[in-house]
Every structure is written in structure tokens, then in C-alpha cells.
């Protein structure tokens, strides 16, 4: 097969609409997303690995210069698995990965670009649902719950906004960050190709919603829903704590959250099964 | 040598009845009541402790004790908001709960008590995973204020035995008088005896130190 050698500011399509098969070394597909505004360039050298890579940043076609670029390359095989390769803008990660490490890291790579560019937004770590016209946050680092506690809020009827990233904007709204949800695999492939049609079939741009209710929760197996409420600085400090660019981008950060520990309530959840959980927090609203 | 508040790359935000102090360069943030955000915002390197306090009582519209300033400039100090001071000698610091309890007596509120609460800002992969310690003093500060109150309800029920006392006190003085002013010595000093006792008991009910 004749290998084409295509430049950056060439392709702009989706992937699935390229033809042929590229050499690997000459030629790579790109497509460029406006994710919080900020314009993301991601590049790679099969149709197929940047549509998984499109399909981890929300948003729209950028039509902008891009800011930042993000390339993954199937490189080699060793031992008959294949490895992949990652760059930022020019720099070249010194290893080689396999897949499922190198879309993590570019995921990670990814959400904290966007956390320190955006002029406008304030990424926290949490899960978001929307619930008679306000928001809820579930702050919590990765492996917390979050995404399970989201879908049991999502199968009693919350409309799903993240699972991952509350979008917050200066006015202490939050916007939708729609991406498939990040389930670990104890809830089972089948519960989780469930929930994500059911997202993806909803409505799948969400008006940006004003946050309503924090909620700090912990898991613990035997625990019963107890809750307290938070005062203002614990749900600004607990909010903080999962902030992605508070570093960064101080002066912006400290005046959203100061919006959102203003306005919204905030509650401390110890919570158990993820269903009664969910029960408990949509009766808080 | 006066206190003197760093402010370089330090962001202020207020929040309802606190206020959050993020330092830049520490990337710890710190949340500070009134009282010791004045102390804060009035140490300019020109003003005494005692200068502070007097502006702490003016502007809290309370009495600020020399004592709650020492001890705002000293969690100042840990929390590195302070510019290159050591801490004064031959100072004694008060002990927080010494002052919630001198507070509660004096029916002043426990507001005025020095509260500061400090975490580290993440970094983003930080934020991500959890995987960072959270310095506190909102436990200690928890456990003062319970303190206090378990004084202020002491007080509310010693408060009847003390009248009592403060009443039988005052009736034997009057008759150590009246025993003094017929010549009856003996009588007059038992009686001013028994009132010192009773009037002390009432001062230990109270938390104070007899006369």
C-alpha cells in the first residue's frame, strides 16, 4: 500500500472519515477540540487510537489555533504486544507503553493542560449530577466512589453532567463534562455499557447549572448514611483539596470556590451502598 | 522587636466569618477567624503588643487581652505569615484553653478565641490521587471550644451555690461590723473569718483565684 504523507494543518476530519492505511513513520491524523476553552490538538498515526483519544476530551471542533498537542504512536512490538509512544507538544515521553498506561497518562496530561490554560474555568475532582434545576458536587479523588455513586444518582433520575471533572465557571456554575464514565470493573462491563447508552441517548449538552449541594463522602462498609453538615470553610477546604490547578492558578481558584461554599450547602456522607446513597443525597436536595 | 505580616504572594479571600489566606510560596492555605486576620492585617512592624490589642478591641468592638494577641502572633508564626520574628523571650504564651476559660467568665464571646486551620494545595496529580496529609488545628480548636462550654455550664451550676455563698458571706461581714462596732472583738474577727471563707468559696466556684 502507498504510504501518503499528510501535514498537521491538512486533516481536520474525524477519523473514521480518512481513507486508507497511513505509514506509521510519514504521516499521522489529527482533529482539533475546544475543551473549556482551550484548544487541544490531538494527533496520532492510527484513525482508531485518536478516536479513543477524541473520545476522552468533550467538546466541540476548535477552529482555533491550537495551544497544546497531544500525540500517541503505535511505535512497536515486543514480544508480539504492541507498545505506543506519547508526546507533549514537541517532547516525546522517554518510555514506551502499553495501551491501556498510555491513555492513562495522556488522559491525566490532558484534564491538568486544561485545568492550568483555562482562562475562564476551575476543574475540581469531582462527579457531578444535575437534580430539580441545581447541581451536585461529589468531590473525591480517583478510586473514591465517585462514578459508582454517580450512576445510582443517574438510575433514580439525576441528569448526568461528570463522573471525573466538575467544570465551574466564575459565577459558580458548573458545566457538563460529558465523557463515558470511568467504571472499575467490579460494577461489571454490562452495567457499565448500560449507563453509558443511556448518557450518551440523553439530552447531551446540559445547561451549565448553579451547584446546590456539596457532598464529602467516605465509604465505609458498615456505615449508614450518617451525615453532617458542612460549615463554610470546611466545604471551601474540602473542595480545595481537589482543585487541579489551585497551584496555578490561585486568584482564580479561591474566587470560584469562595462562590460555590457560599451559596451551595455542603454535607459530610458516611456512606455504604451506593444506591441508599444516592437515596439519601436526592432527599438533601 | 514588633510584628511584622509577610504579604508577598499571599491571596486573600473572605469568606462569611473567616478568611482564607493562600500562600503562594508555601502553597499552604490557611483559614484565619477576625481575630487573627486583624492581628494580620495590623502588624506593620510599627506596633506593640499592647498597641495591637488595643486596636483589636477597637475594631471587634470587644475587649481584646494582651494574652489573645500573643497567642494570634504565635499561630502567625507557625503558619509562616509572620516576616523573620522570633517569638519574644521571657514571654509566657497562653494556653488557649486559659483564654476560652477567661472568656466564658467574663461573658465575652469565644469568638474572640485565635483560630487558624491550614491544608496544603494540592498539585494536580495531588488532587487526583488524595495522597497528601491535611495539617490541622481545627481538632485542637474543636476541643477548646467543648471545653469551654463545659465550663460555661459548670459555672451556670455553681452559679446557685455561689449566690448562697456570696450572701452568707456579706451577712457575716455585716455582723463582724455590728460585733466591732460594740466593742465584741473576738465575735467581730470569727465573723470576718467566715466571710472571707464563704466569699472565697464563692471565687473557687467561679474559677478564681481567692483573695
Not at chain 2, 134 to 163: F, R
Request: aromatic letters at 6%; one cysteine or more.
Amino acid at each position: 500500500m502507498a504510504s501518503q504523507r499528510i501535514s498537521a494543518s491538512v486533516i481536520d476530519a474525524e477519523p473514521d472519515q480518512l481513507p486508507g492505511k497511513l505509514s506509521c513513520s510519514e504521516a499521522y491524523y489529527f482533529v482539533a477540540r475546544s475543551c473549556c476553552g482551550v484548544c487541544i490538538g490531538l494527533r496520532s498515526n492510527t484513525p482508531a487510537l485518536l478516536g479513543i483519544l477524541a473520545r476522552m476530551v468533550p467538546g466541540s471542533r476548535c477552529e482555533r489555533p491550537v495551544e497544546v498537542m497531544f500525540s500517541i504512536y503505535e511505535s512497536s512490538r515486543q514480544n508480539t504486544a504492541r507498545r505506543y509512544e506519547i508526546a507533549f507538544n514537541a517532547k516525546i515521553a522517554p518510555a514506551r507503553f502499553r495501551l491501556v498506561e498510555a491513555l492513562h497518562l495522556l488522559r491525566s496530561y490532558i484534564q491538568e493542560t486544561v485545568a492550568i490554560l483555562s482562562r475562564n474555568f476551575v476543574l475540581v475532582h469531582a462527579a457531578v449530577v444535575g437534580w430539580k434545576g441545581h447541581a451536585v458536587l461529589l468531590p473525591g479523588a480517583s478510586g473514591s466512589g465517585k462514578s459508582t455513586l454517580t450512576m445510582a444518582l443517574v438510575e433514580q433520575g439525576a441528569a448526568y453532567y461528570s463522573d471525573e471533572l466538575a467544570v465551574i465557571d466564575e459565577n459558580g456554575y458548573v458545566h457538563p463534562y460529558l465523557r463515558a464514565p470511568n467504571l472499575r470493573s467490579s460494577l461489571g462491563q454490562e452495567a457499565a455499557k448500560r449507563t453509558t447508552a443511556s448518557i450518551v441517548a440523553s439530552d447531551l449538552c446540559p445547561e451549565p447549572l448553579k451547584i446546590g449541594l456539596v457532598v464529602l463522602s467516605r465509604y465505609s462498609e458498615q456505615a449508614n448514611c450518617e451525615s453532617r453538615t458542612l460549615l463554610c470553610r470546611e466545604i471551601f477546604f474540602g473542595l480545595l483539596a481537589n482543585t487541579l490547578a489551585a497551584r496555578s492558578r490561585p486568584g482564580l481558584s479561591l474566587r470560584v470556590l469562595k462562590e460555590v461554599s457560599l451559596h451551595g450547602r455542603g454535607v459530610q456522607l458516611e456512606r455504604g451502598e451506593a444506591r441508599i446513597a444516592a437515596n439519601a443525597v436526592l432527599r438533601m436536595m | 522587636m514588633n510584628a511584622l505580616a509577610r504579604t508577598d504572594n499571599i491571596f486573600i479571600q473572605s469568606l462569611p466569618s473567616e478568611v482564607i489566606l493562600y500562600d503562594g510560596n508555601s502553597h499552604r492555605a490557611h483559614c484565619v477567624n477576625e481575630t487573627v486576620f486583624k492581628v494580620w492585617q495590623n502588624a506593620d512592624g510599627s506596633k506593640s503588643v499592647d498597641e495591637l490589642a488595643k486596636l483589636m478591641s477597637r475594631d471587634l468592638n470587644a475587649t481584646c487581652s494582651r494574652e489573645i494577641v500573643l497567642l494570634a502572633l504565635e499561630d502567625l508564626r507557625t503558619a509562616n505569615l509572620l516576616q523573620d520574628v522570633a517569638a519574644p523571650k521571657n514571654v509566657e504564651l497562653p494556653s488557649r484553653r486559659d483564654i476560652a476559660r477567661k472568656l466564658s467568665i467574663g461573658g465575652l464571646s469565644l469568638s474572640l478565641l485565635p483560630f487558624i486551620a491550614s491544608m496544603v494545595v494540592p498539585t494536580p496529580a495531588m488532587a487526583r490521587s488524595g495522597n497528601y496529609s491535611q495539617a490541622t488545628y481545627e481538632q485542637e480548636y474543636q476541643e477548646v471550644l467543648s471545653e469551654a462550654n463545659k465550663d460555661l455550664l459548670e459555672l451556670a451550676a455553681n452559679k446557685n451555690g455561689s449566690e448562697t455563698d456570696l450572701q452568707t458571706a456579706i451577712s457575716d461581714g455585716v455582723a463582724g461590723i455590728e460585733a466591732s462596732a460594740i466593742g465584741n472583738q473576738t465575735a467581730a474577727q470569727t465573723d470576718f473569718a467566715n466571710a472571707e471563707k464563704e466569699f472565697n468559696a464563692m471565687l473557687s466556684a467561679l474559677g478564681l483565684p481567692p483573695l
